[in-house]
């Protein structure tokens, strides 16, 4: 089991930036990527960013490429998501979320979907306001 603790989400005005973190415990050795995702009332959860444990390979979505970091410290087992220029758009839970080995060599993950994703924190609110 892995476990998911998101931390650093608050109310920015447009133009700002926060910074996201995403601190795992328990076999963490046994996950294959880390990502980011993120839920706004009355939506579906929609992928933000992803970064593979092995190697550092990234992933962002067409909506914040640019504006959006994704980084990982295997050490200290944690994953950032810096977040610049936001906007009001960007209001929304933001989840932290893991891969297990296991599914991705099942063949069925693809770093998109949230269904590939096997371990999910709490959420954190970010607000942007105009």
């Known amino acids: 089991q892995v476990q998911l603790v998101e931390s650093g989400g608050g109310l920015v005005q447009a133009g700002g930036s926060l910074r996201l973190s995403c601190a795992a415990s328990g076999r963490t050795s046994s996950t294959y990527a880390m990502g980011w995702f993120r839920q706004a009332p009355g939506k579906e959860r929609e992928f933000i960013a992803a970064i593979t444990r092995t190697g550092g390979t990234t992933y962002y979505s067409d909506s914040v490429k640019g504006r959006f970091t994704i980084s990982g410290d295997n050490a200290k087992n944690t994953v950032t998501l810096q977040m610049n220029t936001l906007k009001p758009e960007d209001t929304a839970v933001y989840y932290c979320?893991?891969?297990?080995?296991?599914?991705?060599?099942?063949?069925?993950?693809?770093?998109?979907?949230?269904?590939?994703?096997?371990?999910w924190g709490q959420g954190t609110q970010v607000t942007v306001s105009s």
């Open positions: 979320a893991a891969v297990a080995l296991a599914t991705k060599y099942s063949g069925t993950y693809v770093y998109t979907r949230p269904r590939s994703y096997d371990y």
